[in-house]
Protein backbone atom coordinates (compact mmCIF):
# COMPACT_ATOMS: atom_id res chain seq x y z
CA UNK A 1 0.00 0.00 0.00
CA UNK A 2 2.59 2.41 1.02
CA UNK A 3 4.51 1.58 -2.24
CA UNK A 4 1.48 1.91 -4.51
CA UNK A 5 1.10 5.60 -2.52
CA UNK A 6 4.59 6.08 -3.26
CA UNK A 7 4.68 5.71 -6.89
CA UNK A 8 1.44 7.50 -7.24
CA UNK A 9 2.90 10.13 -5.26
CA UNK A 10 5.87 10.40 -6.99
CA UNK A 11 4.23 10.45 -10.46
CA UNK A 12 1.84 13.08 -9.68
CA UNK A 13 5.06 15.32 -8.72
CA UNK A 14 7.14 14.17 -11.71
CA UNK A 15 4.02 16.20 -13.66
CA UNK A 16 4.11 18.87 -12.26
CA UNK A 17 8.06 19.44 -11.94
CA UNK A 18 8.13 21.89 -14.47
CA UNK A 19 4.98 24.29 -13.26
CA UNK A 20 5.15 24.07 -9.22
CA UNK A 21 7.65 26.54 -8.62
CA UNK A 22 5.39 28.95 -10.39
CA UNK A 23 2.29 28.03 -8.75
CA UNK A 24 2.57 30.82 -5.76
CA UNK A 25 3.38 33.75 -7.88
CA UNK A 26 6.44 35.29 -9.48
CA UNK A 27 9.62 33.27 -8.88
CA UNK A 28 10.93 36.25 -6.29
CA UNK A 29 8.13 36.26 -4.77
CA UNK A 30 7.94 32.19 -3.91
CA UNK A 31 11.58 32.68 -3.28
CA UNK A 32 10.92 35.36 -0.46
CA UNK A 33 8.41 33.37 1.16
CA UNK A 34 10.62 30.31 1.46
CA UNK A 35 13.45 33.10 2.59
CA UNK A 36 10.66 33.75 5.40
CA UNK A 37 9.53 30.87 6.42
CA UNK A 38 12.87 29.49 7.00
CA UNK A 39 14.41 32.63 8.70
CA UNK A 40 11.40 32.86 10.83
CA UNK A 41 11.12 29.51 12.27
CA UNK A 42 14.32 26.80 11.57
CA UNK A 43 16.82 29.85 11.96
CA UNK A 44 15.17 31.03 15.68
CA UNK A 45 16.95 27.54 16.79
CA UNK A 46 19.77 26.36 14.38
CA UNK A 47 22.04 28.68 13.62
CA UNK A 48 23.65 26.80 11.07
CA UNK A 49 24.35 23.25 10.45
CA UNK A 50 23.75 20.20 8.26
CA UNK A 51 20.18 20.10 7.49
CA UNK A 52 17.95 17.74 5.67
CA UNK A 53 15.31 18.92 3.21
CA UNK A 54 12.61 16.49 3.43
CA UNK A 55 10.30 16.92 0.38
CA UNK A 56 12.71 19.25 -1.55
CA UNK A 57 11.08 19.44 -5.00
CA UNK A 58 12.69 21.39 -7.38
CA UNK A 59 14.34 22.97 -4.78
CA UNK A 60 12.41 26.26 -3.57
CA UNK A 61 13.03 25.47 -0.05
CA UNK A 62 16.61 24.25 -0.68
CA UNK A 63 18.03 27.71 -2.01
CA UNK A 64 16.22 29.33 1.10
CA UNK A 65 17.88 27.02 3.45
CA UNK A 66 21.19 27.52 1.50
CA UNK A 67 21.15 31.24 1.38
CA UNK A 68 20.66 30.83 4.99
CA UNK A 69 23.93 29.14 5.44
CA UNK A 70 23.15 25.55 5.85
CA UNK A 71 24.59 23.13 4.13
CA UNK A 72 21.67 20.91 2.50
CA UNK A 73 20.78 17.30 1.96
CA UNK A 74 17.63 16.89 -0.46
CA UNK A 75 15.56 14.28 -0.62
CA UNK A 76 12.49 13.71 -2.83
CA UNK A 77 10.71 10.96 -4.39
CA UNK A 78 10.41 13.09 -7.97
CA UNK A 79 13.43 12.23 -9.85
CA UNK A 80 12.52 14.96 -12.67
CA UNK A 81 11.98 17.07 -9.67
CA UNK A 82 15.43 16.55 -7.98
CA UNK A 83 16.59 17.00 -12.03
CA UNK A 84 15.42 20.44 -11.78
CA UNK A 85 16.63 21.24 -8.48
CA UNK A 86 19.97 19.73 -9.13
CA UNK A 87 20.32 21.44 -12.58
CA UNK A 88 19.93 24.68 -10.83
CA UNK A 89 21.32 24.93 -7.63
CA UNK A 90 24.61 22.72 -8.13
CA UNK A 91 26.30 24.88 -10.42
CA UNK A 92 26.09 27.75 -7.76
CA UNK A 93 26.26 25.82 -4.55
CA UNK A 94 28.71 22.76 -5.22
CA UNK A 95 29.26 20.91 -2.42
CA UNK A 96 27.22 22.99 0.04
CA UNK A 97 24.18 20.63 -1.49
CA UNK A 98 23.34 16.97 -2.52
CA UNK A 99 19.80 15.04 -3.74
CA UNK A 100 18.97 12.17 -2.64
CA UNK A 101 16.29 10.30 -4.71
CA UNK A 102 14.58 8.49 -2.36
CA UNK A 103 11.36 7.92 0.00
CA UNK A 104 12.43 9.45 3.17
CA UNK A 105 11.03 7.14 5.50
CA UNK A 106 13.27 4.63 4.34
CA UNK A 107 16.88 6.26 4.09
CA UNK A 108 19.51 4.21 4.58
CA UNK A 109 21.03 4.07 8.29
CA UNK A 110 24.02 5.46 7.40
CA UNK A 111 21.50 8.63 7.26
CA UNK A 112 20.31 8.24 10.77
CA UNK A 113 21.23 10.91 13.27
CA UNK A 114 23.86 12.78 10.37
CA UNK A 115 21.72 16.17 10.18
CA UNK A 116 21.75 18.82 13.07
CA UNK A 117 18.28 20.25 11.55
CA UNK A 118 15.14 18.95 8.79
CA UNK A 119 13.20 21.19 7.03
CA UNK A 120 9.67 20.03 5.66
CA UNK A 121 7.88 22.77 4.02
CA UNK A 122 5.73 20.34 2.18
CA UNK A 123 2.18 18.69 3.79
CA UNK A 124 4.87 15.82 4.60
CA UNK A 125 3.56 13.81 7.36
CA UNK A 126 -0.12 13.83 5.38
CA UNK A 127 0.98 11.52 2.69
CA UNK A 128 1.13 9.06 5.00
CA UNK A 129 -2.45 7.70 4.64
CA UNK A 130 -2.75 5.82 7.93
CA UNK A 131 -2.48 6.18 11.67
CA UNK A 132 0.57 3.71 11.45
CA UNK A 133 2.07 5.38 8.29
CA UNK A 134 1.80 8.59 10.22
CA UNK A 135 3.82 7.39 13.21
CA UNK A 136 6.45 5.57 10.94
CA UNK A 137 6.91 8.70 9.05
CA UNK A 138 7.91 10.81 12.51
CA UNK A 139 9.94 8.47 13.59
CA UNK A 140 11.45 8.08 10.64
CA UNK A 141 11.89 12.28 10.40
CA UNK A 142 13.48 12.41 13.83
CA UNK A 143 15.78 9.81 13.69
CA UNK A 144 17.87 11.62 10.88
CA UNK A 145 18.51 14.48 13.37
CA UNK A 146 21.17 14.64 15.93
CA UNK A 147 20.71 15.29 20.16
CA UNK A 148 19.67 18.73 20.28
CA UNK A 149 19.31 19.20 16.59
CA UNK A 150 16.34 20.86 15.34
CA UNK A 151 13.01 20.13 12.94
CA UNK A 152 10.76 22.44 11.10
CA UNK A 153 7.43 20.70 10.15
CA UNK A 154 4.89 22.16 8.01
CA UNK A 155 1.69 20.67 8.91
CA UNK A 156 -2.15 22.28 8.89
CA UNK A 157 -4.23 22.43 11.77
CA UNK A 158 -6.56 19.91 10.30
CA UNK A 159 -9.02 19.80 13.44
CA UNK A 160 -9.44 23.09 12.79
CA UNK A 161 -10.51 22.31 8.86
CA UNK A 162 -12.30 19.55 9.44
CA UNK A 163 -14.24 21.82 11.73
CA UNK A 164 -14.90 24.60 9.71
CA UNK A 165 -14.52 24.28 5.99
CA UNK A 166 -17.27 22.46 3.62
CA UNK A 167 -17.28 19.33 1.77
CA UNK A 168 -15.38 20.91 -1.15
CA UNK A 169 -13.31 23.71 -0.49
CA UNK A 170 -11.66 25.60 -3.99
CA UNK A 171 -8.87 27.86 -3.05
CA UNK A 172 -8.37 31.41 -4.17
CA UNK A 173 -7.01 31.42 -8.09
CA UNK A 174 -3.42 32.67 -8.39
CA UNK A 175 -2.40 33.93 -11.94
CA UNK A 176 1.27 33.45 -12.44
CA UNK A 177 3.15 32.15 -15.17
CA UNK A 178 6.30 29.65 -16.10
CA UNK A 179 8.38 29.35 -18.82
CA UNK A 180 5.46 27.67 -20.92
CA UNK A 181 3.03 31.43 -20.58
CA UNK A 182 0.77 32.93 -18.31
CA UNK A 183 -1.62 30.37 -16.47
CA UNK A 184 -4.60 30.16 -13.44
CA UNK A 185 -3.65 27.89 -10.73
CA UNK A 186 -5.95 26.93 -7.60
CA UNK A 187 -6.84 23.73 -5.71
CA UNK A 188 -9.63 22.20 -4.14
CA UNK A 189 -10.10 19.89 -1.43
CA UNK A 190 -12.88 17.19 -1.63
CA UNK A 191 -13.79 15.52 2.29
CA UNK A 192 -15.71 11.98 2.19
CA UNK A 193 -17.70 10.51 4.72
CA UNK A 194 -20.24 11.14 7.35
CA UNK A 195 -18.81 12.53 10.09
CA UNK A 196 -16.07 13.71 8.16
CA UNK A 197 -13.27 11.34 7.29
CA UNK A 198 -9.88 11.88 8.00
CA UNK A 199 -9.26 10.69 4.23
CA UNK A 200 -9.13 13.25 1.38
CA UNK A 201 -7.76 14.27 -1.73
CA UNK A 202 -6.71 17.02 -2.90
CA UNK A 203 -6.85 18.40 -6.89
CA UNK A 204 -5.09 20.77 -8.36
CA UNK A 205 -5.56 22.88 -11.36
CA UNK A 206 -3.21 24.45 -14.35
CA UNK A 207 -5.55 26.40 -16.56
CA UNK A 208 -3.80 27.66 -19.12
CA UNK A 209 -4.89 30.74 -20.80
CA UNK A 210 -4.85 28.74 -24.68
CA UNK A 211 -7.57 26.90 -23.12
CA UNK A 212 -5.04 23.94 -21.66
CA UNK A 213 -6.39 22.27 -18.22
CA UNK A 214 -4.00 20.28 -16.47
CA UNK A 215 -5.00 18.51 -13.08
CA UNK A 216 -3.47 16.39 -10.82
CA UNK A 217 -5.03 14.89 -7.70
CA UNK A 218 -3.11 13.52 -4.36
CA UNK A 219 -4.91 11.70 -1.71
CA UNK A 220 -3.87 12.89 1.98
CA UNK A 221 -4.48 11.83 5.65
CA UNK A 222 -5.96 14.75 8.17
CA UNK A 223 -3.88 14.63 11.61
CA UNK A 224 -4.70 17.51 13.97
CA UNK A 225 -1.74 18.87 15.35
CA UNK A 226 -1.93 17.80 18.57
CA UNK A 227 -1.85 14.92 17.29
CA UNK A 228 1.57 15.26 15.96
CA UNK A 229 2.42 16.79 18.99
CA UNK A 230 2.15 13.51 20.67
CA UNK A 231 3.77 11.71 18.49
CA UNK A 232 6.70 14.08 18.49
CA UNK A 233 7.27 13.95 22.02
CA UNK A 234 6.85 9.89 21.72
CA UNK A 235 9.84 10.50 19.68
CA UNK A 236 12.17 11.98 22.09
CA UNK A 237 11.17 15.25 21.09
CA UNK A 238 10.41 18.71 23.26
CA UNK A 239 10.25 22.31 23.18
CA UNK A 240 7.27 21.85 20.35
CA UNK A 241 6.01 25.01 19.17
CA UNK A 242 3.38 25.65 16.16
CA UNK A 243 4.62 28.49 14.30
CA UNK A 244 1.15 30.44 13.16
CA UNK A 245 1.64 31.83 9.40
CA UNK A 246 0.91 35.33 10.47
CA UNK A 247 4.45 35.02 12.56
CA UNK A 248 6.85 33.03 9.93
CA UNK A 249 5.06 34.89 6.50
CA UNK A 250 4.58 30.96 5.42
CA UNK A 251 1.05 29.74 4.51
CA UNK A 252 0.35 26.82 7.12
CA UNK A 253 1.40 26.36 10.79
CA UNK A 254 5.39 25.47 10.81
CA UNK A 255 5.98 22.92 14.07
CA UNK A 256 9.58 23.95 15.42
CA UNK A 257 10.80 21.21 17.32
CA UNK A 258 14.17 20.13 19.25
CA UNK A 259 15.41 16.41 19.81
CA UNK A 260 16.21 16.00 23.48
CA UNK A 261 18.25 16.83 25.07
CA UNK A 262 17.20 20.33 24.90
CA UNK A 263 19.88 22.74 25.27
CA UNK A 264 19.77 24.61 28.70
CA UNK A 265 19.91 28.06 26.80
CA UNK A 266 18.35 30.10 29.02
CA UNK A 267 16.94 31.18 32.57
CA UNK A 268 18.79 30.75 35.64
CA UNK A 269 17.39 31.18 38.83
CA UNK A 270 18.81 33.82 41.05
CA UNK A 271 20.65 33.49 44.11
CA UNK A 272 23.81 34.83 45.87
CA UNK A 273 26.73 32.71 46.21
CA UNK A 274 28.89 35.08 47.97
CA UNK A 275 27.41 35.73 50.95
CA UNK A 276 29.15 37.04 53.69
CA UNK A 277 29.70 33.68 55.27
CA UNK A 278 31.91 32.41 52.41
CA UNK A 279 33.92 36.12 52.33
CA UNK A 280 37.47 36.77 54.50
CA UNK A 281 36.25 38.94 57.65
CA UNK A 282 38.77 41.69 58.21
CA UNK A 283 39.09 41.95 62.05
CA UNK A 284 40.21 40.04 65.42
CA UNK A 285 38.82 37.04 67.48
CA UNK A 286 36.45 36.97 64.56
CA UNK A 287 34.68 39.94 65.14
CA UNK A 288 32.40 40.68 62.16
CA UNK A 289 33.40 44.02 60.14
CA UNK A 290 34.28 45.07 56.59
CA UNK A 291 34.76 42.07 53.70
CA UNK A 292 37.62 42.65 51.49
CA UNK A 293 36.70 41.22 48.21
CA UNK A 294 39.49 39.87 45.56
CA UNK A 295 39.36 39.23 41.47
CA UNK A 296 39.32 35.68 42.25
CA UNK A 297 35.96 35.64 44.75
CA UNK A 298 34.36 36.86 41.80
CA UNK A 299 35.34 33.85 39.34
CA UNK A 300 32.10 32.35 39.94
CA UNK A 301 29.01 34.88 40.13
CA UNK A 302 26.34 33.52 39.48
CA UNK A 303 24.33 36.81 37.73
CA UNK A 304 27.21 35.98 34.80
CA UNK A 305 25.89 35.97 31.21
CA UNK A 306 27.17 36.88 27.92
CA UNK A 307 25.37 39.42 25.44
CA UNK A 308 24.63 36.04 23.02
CA UNK A 309 22.10 35.86 20.11
CA UNK A 310 19.37 34.01 21.48
CA UNK A 311 15.84 33.84 21.29
CA UNK A 312 13.70 33.56 24.75
CA UNK A 313 12.08 30.98 26.72
CA UNK A 314 8.45 30.37 24.22
CA UNK A 315 5.91 32.43 25.00
CA UNK A 316 1.81 31.40 24.63
CA UNK A 317 -0.20 33.89 23.28
CA UNK A 318 -4.19 33.43 24.97
CA UNK A 319 -6.73 33.85 22.09
CA UNK A 320 -10.11 34.26 22.86
CA UNK A 321 -12.05 31.50 21.01
CA UNK A 322 -9.42 30.69 19.22
CA UNK A 323 -6.53 27.87 20.28
CA UNK A 324 -3.36 29.07 22.09
CA UNK A 325 -0.48 30.11 20.15
CA UNK A 326 2.94 29.15 21.85
CA UNK A 327 5.59 31.80 20.00
CA UNK A 328 9.13 32.67 19.83
CA UNK A 329 10.32 35.80 20.24
CA UNK A 330 13.44 37.92 20.67
CA UNK A 331 15.01 38.50 24.44
CA UNK A 332 13.90 41.61 25.81
CA UNK A 333 17.22 43.12 28.32
CA UNK A 334 16.85 46.45 30.06
CA UNK A 335 19.96 48.28 30.96
CA UNK A 336 19.40 50.76 33.87
CA UNK A 337 20.96 53.32 32.73
CA UNK A 338 22.67 56.27 34.87
CA UNK A 339 25.32 57.82 31.60
CA UNK A 340 28.15 56.76 33.56
CA UNK A 341 31.03 54.16 31.88
CA UNK A 342 29.70 51.22 33.39
CA UNK A 343 26.45 51.54 32.02
CA UNK A 344 27.07 53.25 29.37
CA UNK A 345 29.71 49.61 28.67
CA UNK A 346 27.12 47.51 29.17
CA UNK A 347 24.62 49.40 26.47
CA UNK A 348 26.93 49.33 24.01
CA UNK A 349 28.00 45.98 24.37
CA UNK A 350 24.64 44.88 24.50
CA UNK A 351 23.56 46.55 21.23
CA UNK A 352 26.48 45.44 19.11
CA UNK A 353 26.67 41.93 20.49
CA UNK A 354 23.68 40.60 21.02
CA UNK A 355 20.32 40.63 19.10
CA UNK A 356 18.36 40.82 22.40
CA UNK A 357 15.48 43.74 21.84
CA UNK A 358 17.26 46.56 24.57
CA UNK A 359 15.29 48.95 26.65
CA UNK A 360 17.73 51.72 27.93
CA UNK A 361 16.33 53.34 31.30
CA UNK A 362 17.35 56.16 33.34
CA UNK A 363 16.64 57.78 36.64
CA UNK A 364 16.89 61.01 37.75
CA UNK A 365 18.10 61.08 40.82
CA UNK A 366 17.73 64.83 41.59
CA UNK A 367 19.13 65.46 44.91
CA UNK A 368 21.71 68.67 46.32
CA UNK A 369 24.51 68.06 44.39
CA UNK A 370 22.83 69.25 41.42
CA UNK A 371 24.24 65.63 39.39
CA UNK A 372 21.14 65.18 37.75
CA UNK A 373 21.30 67.74 35.30
CA UNK A 374 25.39 66.54 33.93
CA UNK A 375 24.03 63.66 33.82
CA UNK A 376 20.71 64.14 31.54
CA UNK A 377 22.77 66.30 29.13
CA UNK A 378 25.28 63.04 29.01
CA UNK A 379 22.69 60.34 28.63
CA UNK A 380 21.17 62.68 26.05
CA UNK A 381 24.04 62.70 23.94
CA UNK A 382 24.57 58.88 24.93
CA UNK A 383 21.58 57.48 23.53
CA UNK A 384 21.57 59.76 20.00
CA UNK A 385 24.82 58.66 19.28
CA UNK A 386 24.35 55.05 19.97
CA UNK A 387 20.97 54.79 18.25
CA UNK A 388 22.98 56.91 15.16
CA UNK A 389 26.09 54.61 15.27
CA UNK A 390 25.06 50.95 16.19
CA UNK A 391 20.94 50.28 16.48
CA UNK A 392 17.85 51.89 17.53
CA UNK A 393 16.79 50.76 20.99
CA UNK A 394 14.06 51.83 23.27
CA UNK A 395 14.92 54.91 26.31
CA UNK A 396 12.85 55.97 28.87
CA UNK A 397 13.05 57.55 31.87
CA UNK A 398 11.55 58.21 35.28
CA UNK A 399 12.52 60.54 38.08
CA UNK A 400 12.77 60.97 41.59
CA UNK A 401 13.52 63.89 43.89
CA UNK A 402 14.75 63.53 47.04
CA UNK A 403 16.24 67.22 47.16
CA UNK A 404 14.52 68.25 50.36
CA UNK A 405 15.82 64.75 52.45
CA UNK A 406 19.10 64.55 54.10
CA UNK A 407 19.47 60.45 53.66
CA UNK A 408 19.54 59.97 49.92
CA UNK A 409 18.79 56.51 50.45
CA UNK A 410 20.40 53.66 48.06
CA UNK A 411 20.45 53.67 44.61
CA UNK A 412 20.28 50.54 43.58
CA UNK A 413 17.11 50.39 46.00
CA UNK A 414 15.34 52.62 44.38
CA UNK A 415 16.54 50.92 41.03
CA UNK A 416 14.89 48.06 41.68
CA UNK A 417 11.72 49.41 42.26
CA UNK A 418 12.22 51.24 39.23
CA UNK A 419 12.36 48.06 36.96
CA UNK A 420 8.89 47.03 38.69
CA UNK A 421 7.46 49.68 36.96
CA UNK A 422 8.84 49.37 33.67
CA UNK A 423 8.17 46.00 33.60
CA UNK A 424 4.60 45.84 34.15
CA UNK A 425 4.66 48.65 31.88
CA UNK A 426 5.82 46.39 29.35
CA UNK A 427 3.61 43.86 30.20
CA UNK A 428 0.66 45.59 29.48
CA UNK A 429 2.22 47.28 26.14
CA UNK A 430 3.24 43.93 24.61
CA UNK A 431 1.70 41.09 26.70
CA UNK A 432 4.65 39.71 27.49
CA UNK A 433 7.46 40.21 30.67
CA UNK A 434 11.31 41.73 30.13
CA UNK A 435 12.92 38.75 30.56
CA UNK A 436 16.27 39.97 32.46
CA UNK A 437 17.46 43.59 33.75
CA UNK A 438 21.35 44.97 34.91
CA UNK A 439 22.91 48.08 36.17
CA UNK A 440 26.61 49.06 35.21
CA UNK A 441 29.29 47.72 37.34
CA UNK A 442 32.86 47.33 37.19
CA UNK A 443 36.25 45.54 38.87
CA UNK A 444 36.80 48.81 41.31
CA UNK A 445 33.68 48.39 42.43
CA UNK A 446 33.01 45.24 43.29
CA UNK A 447 35.76 45.08 44.90
CA UNK A 448 35.68 47.27 47.62
CA UNK A 449 35.35 47.17 51.42
CA UNK A 450 31.45 45.85 52.70
CA UNK A 451 30.19 45.17 55.81
CA UNK A 452 27.70 41.95 56.21
CA UNK A 453 25.35 44.33 55.82
CA UNK A 454 25.83 45.65 52.46
CA UNK A 455 26.03 42.10 51.25
CA UNK A 456 22.75 40.85 52.48
CA UNK A 457 21.24 43.90 51.56
CA UNK A 458 21.82 43.32 47.52
CA UNK A 459 19.25 40.06 48.47
CA UNK A 460 16.58 42.82 49.00
CA UNK A 461 17.40 44.77 45.88
CA UNK A 462 16.35 41.49 43.72
CA UNK A 463 13.18 41.49 46.46
CA UNK A 464 12.44 44.81 45.87
CA UNK A 465 12.40 44.39 41.91
CA UNK A 466 10.57 41.13 42.67
CA UNK A 467 7.45 43.32 44.86
CA UNK A 468 7.28 45.98 42.57
CA UNK A 469 6.30 43.38 39.85
CA UNK A 470 4.21 41.89 41.83
CA UNK A 471 1.77 39.80 41.04
CA UNK A 472 3.87 39.04 37.96
CA UNK A 473 7.65 37.35 38.28
CA UNK A 474 10.00 39.44 38.10
CA UNK A 475 12.94 39.70 35.10
CA UNK A 476 16.20 37.83 36.25
CA UNK A 477 19.02 40.11 37.10
CA UNK A 478 22.45 39.34 34.96
CA UNK A 479 25.74 40.81 34.67
CA UNK A 480 27.98 41.05 31.85
CA UNK A 481 31.51 39.55 32.86
CA UNK A 482 32.87 42.02 35.89
CA UNK A 483 36.03 44.08 34.24
CA UNK A 484 37.84 47.15 35.46
CA UNK A 485 36.92 50.60 34.65
CA UNK A 486 40.15 50.84 32.00
CA UNK A 487 39.05 47.49 29.88
CA UNK A 488 35.61 49.22 29.96
CA UNK A 489 37.21 52.42 28.37
CA UNK A 490 39.28 50.37 25.54
CA UNK A 491 36.20 48.59 24.51
CA UNK A 492 34.01 51.97 24.10
CA UNK A 493 36.52 54.04 22.20
CA UNK A 494 37.63 57.37 23.07
CA UNK A 495 34.39 59.24 21.54
CA UNK A 496 31.77 57.03 23.59
CA UNK A 497 33.99 57.33 26.54
CA UNK A 498 34.05 61.50 26.11
CA UNK A 499 30.53 61.81 26.42
CA UNK A 500 30.22 59.67 29.59
CA UNK A 501 29.35 62.02 32.97
CA UNK A 502 31.92 60.52 35.97
CA UNK A 503 32.02 63.11 38.53
CA UNK A 504 29.81 63.01 41.88
CA UNK A 505 29.65 66.56 42.95
CA UNK A 506 29.81 68.66 39.22
CA UNK A 507 30.93 72.27 39.45
CA UNK A 508 28.82 74.51 37.03
CA UNK A 509 30.40 77.07 34.93
CA UNK A 510 29.24 80.86 33.75
CA UNK A 511 28.09 79.56 30.12
CA UNK A 512 25.91 76.89 31.95
CA UNK A 513 28.70 73.23 31.40
CA UNK A 514 29.83 71.39 33.87
CA UNK A 515 32.93 69.85 34.61
CA UNK A 516 34.44 67.30 36.74
CA UNK A 517 34.99 68.63 40.59
CA UNK A 518 38.67 66.41 40.28
CA UNK A 519 37.89 65.36 44.11
CA UNK A 520 35.28 63.18 44.45
CA UNK A 521 35.21 59.59 44.89
CA UNK A 522 34.97 58.70 41.03
CA UNK A 523 37.14 61.56 39.51
CA UNK A 524 40.15 60.05 42.00
CA UNK A 525 39.29 56.58 39.94
CA UNK A 526 39.38 58.17 36.94
CA UNK A 527 42.38 60.53 37.48
CA UNK A 528 44.63 57.33 38.96
CA UNK A 529 43.18 55.40 35.38
CA UNK A 530 44.26 58.11 33.08
CA UNK A 531 47.62 58.70 34.98
CA UNK A 532 48.03 54.68 34.10
CA UNK A 533 47.49 53.78 37.96
CA UNK A 534 46.70 50.42 38.65
CA UNK A 535 43.24 50.07 40.55
CA UNK A 536 42.64 46.56 41.52
CA UNK A 537 44.37 45.51 44.73
CA UNK A 538 46.13 41.97 44.55
CA UNK A 539 45.24 39.30 47.16
CA UNK A 540 47.77 39.40 50.09
CA UNK A 541 49.58 35.75 50.51
CA UNK A 542 48.25 35.32 54.37
CA UNK A 543 45.19 35.36 55.53
CA UNK A 544 43.04 37.93 55.82
CA UNK A 545 42.20 36.47 58.97
CA UNK A 546 45.39 37.31 60.76
CA UNK A 547 45.90 40.44 58.58
CA UNK A 548 45.59 43.72 61.04
CA UNK A 549 46.68 46.01 58.13
CA UNK A 550 42.96 45.68 56.98
CA UNK A 551 41.30 45.97 60.59
CA UNK A 552 38.44 48.44 61.10
CA UNK A 553 37.53 49.90 63.98
CA UNK A 554 34.42 48.80 65.94
Not at 353 to 378: L, M, T, V
Not at 535 to 554: C, G, H, M, N, W
Request: aromatic fraction near 10%; proline fraction near 5%.
Amino acid sequence: MADKQNQKISQVYDDWADWFPYIYGPIDHTMQLFSNCVENSLKKRLPSGIVIDAGCGTGLSTKALLDAGYDVIGVDLSEKSLNVASDWLVPEYGDRVKFVHADISNLPESYHGIADGLFASTSLLAHALTSTAVKKMTSSLCGLVRAGGVLAIAHYDYQRLMSVEPDIAPSQPVFTSDNSGPFIFFQQRSWSGEPRSRRYRTEYFRLGLDGTIRKLDVDYLATPLSEITEILAENGCQAIAWLEPGETGFFKPIGLVTKNPVPDSHFRANRLEHVASNMHPIGNNNVAGKFQFFPEDLDQNPFEEEPSYKESTLQVLKRPNSPDVITRRKQVSLVMFSGGVDSVYTLYRLLKESDDEIIAHHIHFINREGRHKAEDIACRQIVQHLKTMVRPFIYTESSIDRRRFQAFGMDDMAVAFEVGVIANSFLIDRGHMIDRWTTGTCLEEELEYYGQEEVERFEHILNTAAASCYPSPAPRFFQLKIIPKRDQIAYMGETLTRLCWTCRKPVWKDDGTAEECGQCKTCNLMTRIRNGEETIKSKPKQSLRDATVFETKP
